[in-house]
């Protein structure tokens, strides 16, 4: 079994044109509206008026097949169309004709004052290319002050498909019928404000047969095939040893935290180093973490793996602890500051590109922008894109963190995170999430294992708390630890 895979507007544009090519008395349109009408018969339960608001491409034409439907199963439907029927594509047509031949009525504005068990919203698909605006505005202002449940019909009307940024204005919906596969703008950045509960209709397609993915949703089932095993006759240096290079004055908290993440997910020595003089040469509540200064951390001789950047500050001092440490010969995390680091200053920007062996970045959206040139609202404009250009530019794996984390590769495959919450907002998250990777990769795993699998589980770990009572507000970092250590060991149990 394979991640789900997730496509692009182009994507599925290309898919649809294959299969239709290949099932030519084969109508999509039917078979989405047939979808649409029993996902929202399971949700009227005991109601039965329905308010079905249509716009004027194809994904009206998929409303009006849920009207007709509705209405022939019963229930009292008030049909909407915003915009002139003449003008309809040709598949939204048909569905037009056959819906008026039946003797129903469209109107063309939503009516005031009157009451609905359920909304269906099929007035902007995955083709919206530009703000919404006047009428279509004002019937989706309508719609979220309602208060009424909504079903959208392949994405919330006024969300980027391929982006998941809201187009002006954007619809609220309970939940979300989205057909023949995912798309990204489901998935990130404003799409888990607006999607609801989400449900896939492949419409019977199999799609990579038409299009191979080059994004997929992260899962359970394949990330924990990458788990470490653990044998009987074992030892600490059979974890490998991770190093923490961080910590700057007032800033040791970070380096704690990830050096923290690290042991209890499986390392078997952590060595902390700081840059702050005043560092204690322990930590009271982890004494089993190793403190050094910065310099001595770069002499042993026996690390796995290297952390940079928790609370590294950007002093000279800094800078020149991160030229030597791209030079090092082993797999490399690089986080917050270390990114400030690189950011500014074009010969480590080479150094990090040119390295032999495995890196990961894990910015969140600033330090990436950063990192290419830009800005924040571009990075948040296209985030995708965005951390597709990191690895490729950097030659790393990337991890751009946020709602919907994006793992990308160089080779340009890409992957969206769907565990976490707004509990993770807090200062400390990101130092956590680096020492993870850090632990999974001294115990062997390759960096894109590593990554997507200490994504997925940084989050299913903020979730499973807010699921017990703990958080989102006031959710610490620090508990994400406990609560990481707790589900991989569940795991590992499960999949032996």
Avoid at 62 to 82: E, P, S
Avoid at 84 to 109: N, R
Avoid at 343 to 353: H, I, K, N, T, Y
Wanted: glycine share 12%; aromatic share 4%; with cysteine.
């Amino acid at each position: 079994m394979t991640m789900p895979p997730i496509y692009v507007t182009a994507e599925i544009r290309q898919i649809e044109q294959g299969f239709i090519a290949a099932n030519p008395d084969v109508s999509l349109m039917e078979r989405a509206g047939l979808a649409a009408a029993e996902k929202a018969r399971d949700m009227l339960r005991d109601g039965f008026r329905v308010l079905v608001v249509c716009g004027p491409g194809n994904n009206g034409g998929d409303g009006l097949v849920v009207a007709r439907h509705l209405r022939v199963w019963g229930y009292q439907v008030t049909t909407v169309l915003l915009g002139d029927a003449a003008k309809l594509p040709a598949d939204a047509a048909k569905a037009y004709q056959q819906f008026v031949a039946a003797d129903e009525t469209i109107v063309p504005q939503i009516p005031n004052g009157r009451h609905w068990d359920l909304i269906v919203d099929s007035l902007l698909g995955i083709g919206l290319g530009r703000a919404v605006e006047g009428a279509f505005a004002n019937a989706i202002e309508q719609i979220n002050a309602s208060h009424t449940p909504v079903l959208s019909i392949d994405i919330p009307s006024g969300l980027d498909s391929d982006t998941g940024n809201v187009r002006g204005i954007a619809i609220n919906a309970t939940e979300t019928i989205t057909f023949i596969g995912l798309k990204p703008g489901l998935l990130t950045a404003d799409g888990k404000d607006h999607v609801g509960r989400l449900t896939v209709a492949s419409l019977d397609i199999n799609v990579e047969e038409f299009v191979e993915p080059h994004g997929r949703l992260l899962d359970q089932t394949t990330v924990t095939r990458y788990l470490p095993r653990r044998r009987w006759n074992s030892h600490k240096g059979s974890f490998g040893s991770v190093g923490i290079m961080g910590g700057a004055e007032g800033m040791q908290g970070a380096a704690a935290l990830a050096g923290r993440a690290a042991l209890k997910l499986g390392a078997g020595r952590v060595y902390v180093g700081t840059l702050a003089k005043s560092a204690s040469g322990y930590d009271p509540i982890q004494p089993e973490l190793m403190w050094r200064d910065a310099e001595a951390l770069l002499s042993l001789d026996h690390l796995t793996t290297l952390v940079a950047g928790p609370g590294m500050g950007q002093s000279h001092e800094a800078r020149a602890l991160l030229v030597r440490l791209l030079e090092m010969q082993m797999p490399l995390t690089l986080d917050a500051d270390a990114l400030n680091l690189i950011a500014a200053d074009e010969p480590l920007q080479v150094a990090l590109a040119t390295r032999e062996h495995e890196t990961i970045l894990t910015p969140h959206p600033a330090e990436a922008a950063r990192l290419l040139g830009s800005d924040t609202a571009m990075v948040q404009g296209n985030r995708i894109a965005a951390a597709l250009e990191l690895a490729e530019r950097f030659q790393t794996m990337v991890a751009l963190k946020g709602a919907g984390t994006i793992c990308a590769t160089p080779a340009g495959n890409w992957f969206i995170n769907p565990t976490g919450n707004p509990g993770m907002a807090s200062a400390g998250t990101g130092d956590v999430l680096s020492g993870i990777v850090g632990a999974l990769l001294a115990q062997g795993l390759k960096a894109e294992e590593a990554l997507t699998l200490g994504v997925y589980l940084h989050g299913a770990a903020a979730d499973a708390l807010v699921d017990g009572g703990i958080g989102p507000v006031g959710l610490a970092a620090s508990e994400i630890i406990e609560e990481a250590r707790r589900l991989l060991n569940l795991w590992m149990n499960v999949e032996e």
